[in-house]
Structures are given as structure tokens and as C-alpha cells.
């Protein structure tokens, strides 16, 4: 007995240092590989544990397949991973250079989505959804904010999502979370969803897709730098995006998916650059005086179809008389 507790402690002493050993090793790896390859942590990290994480998830992807894709919403996750791998190949003396004389097409190999379109690298699913494909763009960069992924709550990303919208000019809009239907969708309108996802612990991503009514119920989406699908099914909260693929390299097609996902509830936004009117009459109404004697005052209501936003004024019409209201007025 005595000598078991002996034992027992033994191990204790011996497997302290060794764990701690193994926690410090860890991390001198990812902080090696940084200062190595002159690597920096981007923004988008709040600290260096996540970047850490980040790393190791992206690490895992590389020691199965060195040439893999990645499609990011967020273009400092794009880089950094990009970064990541070309110093693994560098560090394995694997070629960086993909073997693009094979004539590859895995365009069919689409699980979730169809080919729809090639897409430029230079942008990414947000600024294929609101058509602004002169830059890679993040939530809140048109309206001047830094979406921080360790502080921004679903609620916060949208109310960015809007600033944005607004920026561009868009005085309609409305944040909506039930599926929106195409044929609900006055003509001019613009619709997407929005979508938040986990990377490892403590990163997230976004991504967005878009309402093409002129199909139908039809939602296309371009995931980071890849080519543009068409979803198979529609966006709705019970089903998870899964991040798949397919990349343009030179005229092959490379098809990519990863274990990121998005699965926050979905955000659909309408928006247009003016409101869509209706004009109702409310009923009330007054015989003007003084100089406007011969007038009639209607009141009515103006209403937005898309977004709900409604005024009310008032309208002088020529009084015809005989006007009730008039005489009512002159006994006054
Ligand atoms: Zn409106
Ligand atoms: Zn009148």
C-alpha cells in the first residue's frame, strides 16, 4: 500500500513539469512559426489565443491537404490563413505552385450548392450580396466601424449591416427573420440574408446570401474568394451552412469545403433606395379659413409596403360646396 502512494506521488512530481512542459512547447510552436515565417496576428484577433486556435484549426487542414482553399467572409481570417499555409509549404519545400495543367473540373463534386458563376478573388460574399464588387468588404467598413468578431452580437452586425445599407443610399430598408418569399418582393427590391458563424473558440465569420427573384425562390452566394453558387435549397435557421466551394485556378475548377459552418439564425434584409408608397385616406378632415376659405383640408396616410416606415399630411383641395363643414366653420 505504502509503496503505491509512493508511486502515485512519484508520477505527480515527475508528470507536472512534463505537462507544463508540453503546455509551454505548444505554444513556443505557434509563436516559432510566426516569427519564423514574419508572420503578425491580424486585427481581427483581440488576443493571441485565438489567433493560436485559428492556427491549429488551419494547421489540421494543411497536414491533410496542402493546397486547400480557404473561403473566409472576413478577409483578415482569408489572409492570415493564406499567409499560414504558403509558410507550410515553404517550411515542408512543397511546391506552392498548383499543377494547373491537369484539366480539373470538380465543379460536380457540390454537395449544398451549383455552379452558378465565375467570381473574382478580389471580393467576397458580402460584396457579391449588395453588388458592390470593387472591393472585399466587412460588415461595417462602408460606414466608417470595425466589426470586432469578440465583441459584435448578432443584434450589433446587423445594426452595422444597416449603417452600411444607409451609406449607400438605401432609405428603405427592413431587418426581417422569417424567409422572405420571392414573389413577396416588389420589383427593384434587394434581399439577403446574413449569417454568423463559429471558427474554433473564439473567432466568428460572417457570411451573406442573396435573393435572386428573377428565378424564383432562388439564393446565390459567393463564399470569400471562390466562384459564385447557387444554393440548392433556401436559407431558413434548421439548416446549417456548410462551407463549400468551387475555385477558378487558371481555367480549372478546384472544388473546397472545411469543417467552418455558419449556424447563428438568419438575418433577411429588403432594401431599396426609396420607399414604396401607398396612400391611404384617413378621414379626417377640415374646411379651411381665413384666406384659405375656398379649401378643403384631406388628411392621409402614407405607408411604405416594403419596410412599414409611414408619415401623415395634410392636402388642400378646392372646396365645390355646398360644404357642411364650411357652414359649420362660419357659426363657429
Ligand atoms: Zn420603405
Ligand atoms: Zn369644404
Known amino acids: 500500500m505504502k509503496k503505491i502512494v509512493v508511486l502515485m506521488l512519484l508520477a505527480a512530481i515527475v508528470c ?20 519564423e515565417h514574419n508572420l503578425t ?14 492556427y491549429y484549426w488551419v494547421m489540421d487542414i494543411l497536414r491533410e491537404d496542402p493546397y486547400h482553399i480557404f473561403a473566409f467572409g472576413h478577409y483578415d481570417y482569408q489572409i492570415f490563413s493564406e499567409q499560414i499555409q504558403q509558410a507550410y509549404l515553404d517550411e515542408n519545400n512543397i511546391s506552392s505552385v498548383f499543377n494547373i495543367n491537369a484539366s480539373v473540373d470538380q465543379r460536380d463534386l457540390l454537395k449544398y450548392n451549383s455552379f452558378y458563376a465565375d467570381g473574382s478573388p478580389n471580393y467576397n460574399c458580402y460584396s457579391y450580396a449588395i453588388d458592390y464588387t470593387s472591393q472585399w468588404l466587412i460588415i461595417g467598413t462602408l460606414s466608417g466601424q470595425r466589426w470586432d468578431p469578440k465583441t459584435a452580437t448578432f443584434e450589433s452586425s446587423v445594426n452595422m449591416l444597416r449603417d452600411d445599407l444607409e451609406v449607400l443610399g ?5 431587418i426581417n427573420y422569417d424567409l422572405p418569399q420571392a414573389n413577396d418582393i416588389y420589383n427593384g427590391y434587394n434581399v439577403i440574408a446574413l449569417r454568423l458563424s463559429p471558427i474554433g473558440e473564439s473567432s466568428t465569420d ?17 463564399p470569400g474568394k471562390t466562384c459564385i453558387l447557387t444554393y440548392n435549397d ?27 459552418y455558419y449556424d447563428s439564425k438568419i438575418a433577411y434584409i429588403t432594401y431599396a433606395e426609396t420607399h414604396m ?53 362660419e357659426y363657429v
Open 16 to 35: 507536472m513539469p512534463c505537462a507544463a512542459f508540453a503546455q509551454a512547447s505548444q505554444t513556443s510552436e505557434f509563436e516559432r512559426f510566426l516569427a
Open 41 to 54: 496576428i491580424p486585427q481581427v484577433f483581440a488576443d493571441e489565443s485565438g489567433a493560436e486556435d485559428f
Open 170 to 174: 438605401n432609405d428603405c430598408i427592413s
Open 206 to 222: 460572417f457570411h451573406f446570401m442573396k435573393l435572386d427573384y428573377s428565378f424564383g425562390d432562388v439564393w446565390r452566394h459567393k
Open 234 to 260: 433556401s436559407p431558413t435557421n434548421d439548416r446549417i451552412w456548410s462551407s463549400e466551394g468551387v475555385a477558378k485556378i487558371g481555367n480549372d475548377y478546384y472544388y473546397t469545403s472545411s469543417s467552418l
Open 277 to 329: 408608397y401607398s396612400i391611404s385616406y384617413t378621414g379626417n378632415n377640415y374646411h379651411g379659413r381665413g384666406t384659405d376659405q375656398n379649401k378643403h383640408f384631406y388628411e392621409y396616410t402614407k405607408t411604405c409596403n416594403s419596410c412599414g416606415y409611414s408619415y401623415t399630411y395634410w392636402r388642400a383641395e378646392l372646396c365645390k360646396g355646398p360644404c357642411p363643414l364650411q357652414r359649420v366653420v
